[in-house]
């Protein structure tokens, strides 16, 4: 069993930076892939990013490549979204997820944080 906490999501304007942090209970966080998603209100849960278990291998949507790196920490738990250059259509609820692969498919992963508000104003 995993439970997922994020946090670091805020208020900010078009063209600032924020950076998302997850921590994982458990001490099989380094055996897991992880990602990012988001959700923005009245549309689907779209994939944002995903790191492997040794950080070896990330992928990310193309609306956000070049502007959100992901990383992890596994001796402390946590993977991060760092988002650059944020754009208003980045607001959304964002969530992390703990998988065994590498997939843009939320149904893949197992396990799921609650989920932290990113608002970005025009």
């Known amino acids: 069993q995993v439970q997922l906490v994020e946090s670091g999501g805020g208020l900010v304007q078009a063209g600032d930076s924020l950076r998302l942090s997850c921590t994982a209970s458990?001490?099989?966080?380094?055996?897991?892939?992880m990602g990012w998603f988001r959700q923005a209100p009245g549309k689907e849960r779209e994939f944002v990013a995903a790191?492997?278990?040794?950080?070896?291998?990330?992928d990310y949507a193309d609306s956000v490549k070049g502007r959100f790196t992901i990383s992890r920490d596994n001796a402390k738990n946590t993977v991060y979204l760092q988002m650059n250059s944020l754009k208003p259509e980045d607001t959304a609820v964002y969530y992390c997820?703990?998988?065994?692969?590498?997939?843009?498919?939320?149904?893949?992963?197992?396990?799921w944080g609650q989920g932290t508000q990113v608002t970005v104003s025009s």
């Open positions: 458990g001490r099989t966080f380094s055996r897991y892939a």
């Open positions: 790191i492997s278990w040794d950080g070896g291998s990330t």
């Open positions: 997820a703990a998988g065994w692969i590498v997939t843009t498919l939320p149904t893949v992963y197992d396990y």
